[in-house]
């Protein structure tokens, strides 16, 4: 299984960005949980919330809520990560990652997830 993420760029604070993660090798929907993670510079890596890809079930972190939102594309065996109203706090490394089974309580930790992306750069400007 690969994950490709896509959709990175430049953006002035308070536009949008839709980050893509391809995934190849497997059906999205064999997939138990994808989630998004993000990495400002000098800091740890930061969840950003997760879709349940048999029920469709999304979570979005607190610090991002009301403001991203997670979807998936079965046609395209895609899930996209729609950042709306961006702030310069956004700005980072973002990641996609997948494991086969969801895992309660521990979707946030980063070395659960088996597959990863290898990052979007994600700039906000003042």
């Known amino acids: 299984v690969q994950l490709q993420a896509s959709g990175g760029g430049l953006v002035q604070a308070g536009g949008s960005l839709r980050l893509s993660c391809e995934v190849s090798?497997?059906?999205?929907?064999?997939?138990?949980?994808m989630s998004w993670f993000r990495q400002a510079p000098g800091k740890e890596r930061e969840f950003v919330g997760y879709?349940?890809?048999?029920?469709?079930?999304?979570y979005i972190a607190d610090a991002v809520q009301g403001r991203f939102t997670i979807s998936r594309d079965n046609a395209r065996n895609t899930v996209n990560l729609q950042m709306n109203s961006l702030k310069p706090e956004d700005t980072g490394v973002y990641f996609c990652?997948?494991?086969?089974?969801?895992?309660?309580?521990?979707?946030?930790?980063?070395?659960?997830?088996?597959?990863w992306g290898q990052g979007t750069q994600v700039t906000v400007s003042s």
């Open positions: 090798g497997r059906t999205i929907s064999a997939l138990g949980i």
């Open positions: 990652a997948a494991r086969n089974a969801f895992i309660v309580g521990a979707y946030s930790r980063d070395d659960v997830y088996t597959f």
């Open positions: 879709i349940r890809l048999g029920l469709g079930r999304t």
